[in-house]
């Protein structure tokens, strides 16, 4: 069992950067892939990243790719996700999940954060 804890979202500016941390709880984070997913007001939740247990896959969203890096510190049970040059359009609510497999879809993920949102304004 793992918990998951989200932090750093937050209003901002087009153009603007954040990075995003999810803490886990437990001693097994390092054997979960994790996954980052946001979900706006009235849409779906989507995919945005993923990373493979030991960091070395990564696969990012199209609409992310170029603007965002997702990465993991084992040693300190957290994983990140950077984006840079915010859009309006990146405004959601993000979550952390973990799972044990690299996959997109937010089904195969079993243990969630609770979110952090992000607001970017024009």
């Known amino acids: 069992q793992v918990q998951l804890v989200e932090s750093g979202g937050g209003l901002v500016q087009a153009g603007d950067s954040l990075r995003l941390s999810c803490a886990a709880s437990g001693r097994t984070f390092s054997r979960f892939v994790m996954g980052w997913f946001r979900q706006a007001p009235g849409k779906e939740r989507e995919f945005v990243a993923f990373i493979s247990q030991s960091g070395t896959i990564t696969t990012y969203a199209d609409s992310v790719k170029g603007r965002c890096t997702i990465s993991r510190d084992n040693a300190k049970n957290t994983a990140y996700l950077q984006v840079n040059s915010l859009k309006p359009e990146d405004t959601a609510v993000y979550y952390c999940?973990?799972?044990?497999?690299?996959?997109?879809?937010?089904?195969?993920?079993?243990?969630w954060g609770q979110g952090t949102q992000v607001t970017v304004s024009s």
């Open positions: 999940a973990a799972g044990g497999t690299i996959a997109k879809n937010p089904n195969l993920y079993n243990h």
